[in-house]
């Protein structure tokens, strides 16, 4: 690791079978590999994660995602299905992480240099929080949240709305008077907050697929940078999955 900071940081994907728009979406085939697969992949390539894990529910739907982390030696945590925030604390508390990572599995070209900048801004600023979606500036898919176990153990015991629990974050995001939020903002190359490379849909998956098909190479990382030139080179591209609305946390 080449971070200074000796705070454990430890990345936690949480990924679950049930999706409502496209049921067991992480798992579905991209290339030669299940969709999740590639995520822990990418995330090697980090400088500043210590450990990734997997969270997902005690549902028996889950049971395969167990499978897959057994399989692929992913260290796995299992939790309640609903109350995702409570499924974090434990699985932080478990894999003993000082700084967490919070990670969604629908996001298989997500960017480890992008991560460790999301990452290094809260560790230089002694940010309480800090992402890369407060001003999304980044293409979605890229989704990047850090915060410290003391933020996650105040936000697991005042976090009480069914929307805090299920989202993890909004009751951190949402108290700015409570924490010390950062934001980090793409540069200009890579600020394309019009591009979706995140999968919700049938046609998402589409569209990573021809990706990964232009671009992956076994044991080698394409960037975010890589993507963009693909996309502007091959506008038909963007077409595939161009009319996809984002479902937004709801505030309930």
């Known amino acids: 690791m080449t971070h200074k900071n000796t705070k454990k940081v430890v990345a936690i994907i949480q990924a679950r079978m049930g999706s409502a728009r496209l049921p067991g979406k992480v798992l579905k085939k991209v290339s030669s590999m299940p969709m999740l697969w590639y995520m ?3 995330l090697k390539y980090s400088q500043e994660v210590d450990k990734i894990i997997l969270a997902t529910s005690t549902s028996s739907k889950d049971d395969q995602l167990v ?3 057994e399989e692929y030696q992913i260290p796995c945590f299992r939790g309640s299905e609903e109350d995702v925030l409570g499924r ?3 699985a932080a508390i478990y894999f003993e992480g000082e700084t967490i990572v919070r990670l969604t599995g629908d996001c298989p070209l997500i960017d480890p240099q992008v991560t460790d900048q999301v990452i290094l801004t809260h560790l230089s600023s ?3 929080y800090t992402s890369n979606t407060i001003l999304r500036t980044f293409p979605r898919g ?5 915060f410290s176990f003391e933020t996650l153990k105040k936000t697991y015991k005042e976090g ?3 929307y805090e629990r299920e989202h ?3 009751y951190i995001y949402q108290h700015p008077d409570k924490f010390h939020l950062e934001s980090v903002v793409a540069e200009k190359k890579l600020r394309r907050s019009d591009l979706r490379i995140t999968v919700d849909t049938e046609k998402d ?3 990573i697929r021809k990706i990964f098909e232009a671009l992956y190479k076994e044991n080698e990382i394409f960037h975010t940078e890589d993507i963009i030139g693909l996309l502007d080179k091959n506008p038909e591209l963007l077409k595939i999955n161009a009319h996809i609305k984002q479902k937004e946390v709801k505030e309930n």
């Not at 890229?142 to 850090?146: A, P």
């Open 40 to 42: 822990f992949d990418r």
């Open 168 to 170: 993890v974050t909004p």
């Open 88 to 90: 974090y604390y434990g």
């Open 67 to 69: 499978s897959f982390a």
């Open 126 to 128: 002694n940010a309480d």
């Open 160 to 162: 009480k709305k069914n």
């Open 205 to 207: 998956l589409k569209l």
């Open 142 to 146: 890229l989704d990047t949240e850090v």
